[in-house]
């Protein structure tokens, strides 16, 4: 015998009987720049004109082997079929791209305003240092003051007579 169900509810949403395809964002839009990419490239243009000479030259030359006639349905189908899966990809890609320069971008002007209160940090320390050395004695100045003590001693000296200490004050 089989079991009874439960009553649905009205507010029970239905599940999905149908297989449901879950695609990773990150891995389609990767894909997407590398097909995007190769539709750039040189390799993929001399491809493409093998291909189409090669297409041509069937159906123009090889009568027994003829699968698209003189005005090339097929292959302009396949032209506009291509053309109309490119043109979204590409999109796709510069959409991915832009994200990444924005997020550079923004991290390029978080870099430059710390750099710039950096700069501005090392600049009040440089010139509090500069004020601070201004006050410092150089050697120039303790020089001169001692050759001026120096010169004050000798005349002091040459003024005592021989033998006696000098006067204390």
């Known amino acids: 015998m089989s079991r009874p169900t439960a009553p649905r509810r009205l507010y029970t949403p239905r599940t999905s009987r149908g297989i449901s395809l879950r695609l990773d964002p990150e891995t389609v839009g990767q894909s997407t720049e590398a097909i995007a990419r190769f539709f750039g490239t040189g390799r993929y243009l001399l491809i493409q004109t093998v291909v189409v000479v090669v297409w041509i030259a069937i159906n123009l030359i090889a009568v027994e082997w003829r699968f698209d006639p003189y005005p090339f349905i097929l292959l302009n ?36 305003a710390q750099t710039k209160a950096d700069t501005e940090y090392l600049s009040r320390e440089l010139a509090a240092l500069r004020l601070a050395i201004g006050e410092v004695v150089t050697r120039e100045y303790l020089r001169d003051e001692l050759d001026e003590l120096r010169a004050l001693l000798a005349d002091r000296d040459l003024q005592t007579p021989a033998g006696e200490p000098p006067a204390q004050r």
């Open 77 to 112: 189908l396949a032209f506009s079929t291509q053309a109309a899966y490119a043109a979204p990809l590409i999109l796709l890609a510069q959409n991915r791209q832009e994200n990444r320069d924005r997020v550079a971008l923004e991290e390029d002007r978080r870099r430059a």
